[in-house]
């Protein structure tokens, strides 16, 4: 079972936004999983999140909470994709954009 924290772009969540959300959530069904929390998505300034784009964020966070990370993956990136609603290209793109801005942080502190 994946247990993650759902977090969302907006302060002041509308009736259509938090529907799309409990779309997106209804497509893990054939994924057990355990909603803990909503939150806004604004990583503070000293997070290595703070220097993606809201995309790269995007990718990152939720290829992270379906298992993308995990040893062995539970998901592929086609899968991540899917639920992104994106080609699974563009979902790359971001995720190793993300990746290398981490990565180029972390290792020049």
């Given at each position: 079972m994946h247990i993650f924290k759902a977090k969302t772009s907006c302060q002041d969540c509308t009736k259509?936004?938090?529907?799309?959300?409990?779309?997106?959530?209804?497509?893990l069904n054939s994924r057990p999983f355990k909603l803990t929390g909503l939150s806004a998505l604004e990583p503070k300034q000293e997070s290595h999140l703070a220097n993606l784009t809201?995309?790269?964020?995007?990718?990152?966070?939720?290829?992270?909470?379906?298992?993308?990370?995990?040893?062995?993956?539970?998901?592929?990136?086609?899968?991540?994709?899917?639920?992104?609603?994106?080609?699974k290209s563009?979902?790359?793109?971001?995720?190793?954009?993300?990746?290398?801005k981490i990565v180029v942080q972390v290792i020049a502190k």
């Open positions: 259509k936004e938090m529907q799309k959300f409990l779309n997106y959530t209804s497509k809201g995309r790269q964020r995007q990718a990152l966070i939720t290829a992270y909470s379906l298992g993308y990370y995990d040893v062995p993956r539970k998901v592929s990136s086609e899968e991540v994709s899917r639920h992104l609603n994106m080609d563009t979902f790359v793109e971001y995720l190793r954009k993300a990746e290398r």
